[in-house]
């Protein structure tokens, strides 16, 4: 009796960096925007500061706009 061993060796390429966007998509913060009415947008930090709220003036009316604690923005009048 014969007995024949036989040895596989696999090899696995593991990459960690994300794959490249393709060549036609634009970035987040360009799709954000309508092309030709911003130059740079306005960081929301710069506007808070270390305030919570911020009070905006708009044709006579007066905003309340608001940073909660998850990050996210409530404009009310």
């Known amino acids: 009796?014969?007995?024949?061993?036989i040895r596989i060796s696999i090899g696995v390429n593991v990459t960690t960096s994300p794959p490249a966007p393709p060549a036609d998509a634009r970035p987040v913060v360009?799709?954000?925007?309508?092309s030709?009415?911003?130059?740079?947008?306005?960081?929301?930090?710069e506007l808070f500061k270390e305030r919570a709220?911020?009070?905006i003036e708009h044709e006579g009316m007066i905003y309340a706009l608001r940073?909660?604690?998850a990050g996210?923005?409530?404009?009310?009048k």
């Open 72 to 76: 996210k923005l409530i404009l009310t």
């Open 53 to 55: 709220c911020i009070y």
């Open 1 to 5: 009796m014969t007995i024949r061993i």
């Open 36 to 45: 030709g009415e911003f130059e740079t947008p306005i960081r929301s930090k």
């Open 67 to 69: 940073s909660t604690r």
């Open 30 to 34: 360009d799709a954000a925007l309508p």
